[in-house]
């Protein structure tokens, strides 16, 4: 028996075209499975579940406008895809500082007129892997910048620390 007879047919039963149309839309359907179902973030070692996390958002040059309607109670949002960031705690603000050129050649730390910065002290219940914790679909990692709306204000903001747990 040939493996493909005379009308086109593998061993008689399918056609070779058909065949290939299949295995193309098998391929197509695993593809699309992976791309759009995939799981949660993939985590290395135990995961302990949701535990409350302490963090820090930071940014060095935001206008005063923006910082005095930042209040301690509000809810954090992402501007990406609207998730919940946690709530503000705590607002520091202190004058920005940047690094200048004098006259005479020194580079000193003088403020910036009219700028502020800003630490929000945050409190959020997060998915916790060890060191690393995660909200919504936020990495919690130092050094992470995050787009953020409050309820009459945006910015951007650096995640400045995070502490996991009870930090007392």
């Excluded at 949660?40 to 940014?59: A, K, R, W």
């Excluded at 895809?81 to 202190?94: D, M, R």
Aim: proline share 4%.
């Amino acid at each position: 028996m040939k493996a493909i007879d005379e009308r086109g047919r593998l061993f008689g039963l399918m056609n070779i075209l058909d065949l290939f149309l299949i295995i193309i839309l098998i391929g197509a359907s695993v593809f699309a499975g992976l791309k759009f179902l995939k799981p949660g973030d993939i985590q290395i070692g135990t995961s302990s579940g949701q535990q409350e996390v302490s963090y820090t958002l930071f940014n060095s040059g935001e206008h005063p406008f923006v910082v005095d309607e930042i209040k301690e109670g509000d809810m954090i949002k992402l501007v990406d895809n609207n998730s919940t960031l946690g709530t503000v705690v705590a607002v520091e603000k202190k004058p920005a500082m940047n690094y200048v050129n004098t006259a005479d050649g020194r580079t000193v730390l003088a403020p910036v007129p009219e700028k502020y910065e800003v630490y929000i002290h945050m409190k959020a219940n997060a998915r916790v892997s060890g060191d690393s914790a995660v909200v919504g679909d936020t990495g919690l990692l130092v050094g992470n910048r995050v787009k953020i709306k409050g309820p009459v204000y945006m910015m951007e903001a650096l995640v400045r620390d995070v502490e996991i747990g009870d930090p007392s």
